[in-house]
């Protein structure tokens, strides 16, 4: 009889009552939870289903809106459901709060309290900021400043802070719109509001009658005619006698009106200002140098077509250019012709080529090698960023203004 009474105390040891009946269920692994709850009733460490949260962005924190009860996490589950935003990885409870007018951490405060200023990039340096540059931040981003407003932002001469104090100056130094903005004469009138500058074309009254400057890209006549178009131009030296050719390379002006400007056009690669030589034509046809910068050298430029040395007859005419001026058969210093030339005369003061393998001024290095070739173009020489301010590639190498190599050091470049 006990033994009997043992074994079914035993027995419902075993089991749970289901909730809300009289029936019990097994539990084998004794942990509390029945088989029917239980993932694994035969081992005690594992219970009840956990409810796991989608976790979109697969930051470690789910959707509290998306839960599923499962025994192991699903791919792509979360074992906490607090995320505020399950679209974005770099927000969760725990997460820094940056300066982006969200709620990272998700605690509820935008960007912790902290006020977003307005940035503008600065390329002038000059303290005033580029309006279509602008960028919000809570603290200030390097090279950026706080003061917008700048019109030209490629020259530090122009901006907000600017003075005005001559009223024949047609540029706009402080941004407002009008020029000349001091009442430099203290009677309380302004500029062109002042009788003193009645006649000042500035001022398109009294004297302005006629087109005053041509390369100034102002109407100084209001006629609707600018510089060289403007017919009071025709006989200005800037303008050719006409208007043909780009006759200022600096000042950031299309002067003939085809579509290059400065050192963009080919009219000013002569110009000091666009590393030219400052001459017009190849003035040497038989020293290996490309004298007028058209990238055409000695015979090859057709300014050369009557000079003796580009001859094809004769005698060796030229002893360094590479070519067989007399059709001999013999070239430069290897025809007999040339035996007395400067440059075949190993040392005597000859001019290097550079570019026919041979030392012609006999001071041991040929070509690029020679110091005498640094600008040239077969040794990779090139033309100078010549302005550096007007917003265009004058070098044609990609980069402009003080982006430019060149402008290292030259105002208004750093």
Known sequence: ???????????????????????FLQDVDEDGVNENDDCDDEDPRIGAAVTYYA???KDGHGDPSSGDSACTRPEGYAEVGDDCDDGNAAIFPGADDVCDKLDNDCDGIVDNGLESTAWYTDGDRDGYGDDATILYDCTQPDGLVD???????????????????????????NCDGSVGFADNDADGAIDCADSDCATDPSCGGGGGTSETACVDGADNDADGAIDCADSDCATDPSCGG???????????????GDGLTDCSDPDCFPDVACGGSGTSGETACADGLDNDSDTLIDCSDPDCAADVSCSSSGGETACVDGADNDADGLIDCADPDCSADAACAGGSGGVEACADGVDNDGDGAADCADSDCALDPSCGGHRIEGACSDAFDNDGDGTTDCADSDCAGVSPCP
Do not use: H, V
């Open 242 to 256: 006409g208007g043909s050719g780009e006759f200022i390379c600096t000042d950031g002006i299309d002067d003939e």
């Open 55 to 57: 976790d979109a962005d």
């Open 1 to 23: 009889m006990r033994t009997t009474t043992l074994l079914l105390l035993s027995a419902f040891t075993l089991a749970c009552r289901e909730e809300g009946s009289t029936k």
């Open 147 to 173: 003061q917008g407003g700048d019109c030209n932002d490629a020259d530090a001469a122009y901006n907000p802070g600017a003075t005005e104090e001559d009223c024949e100056d047609p540029n706009d130094y």
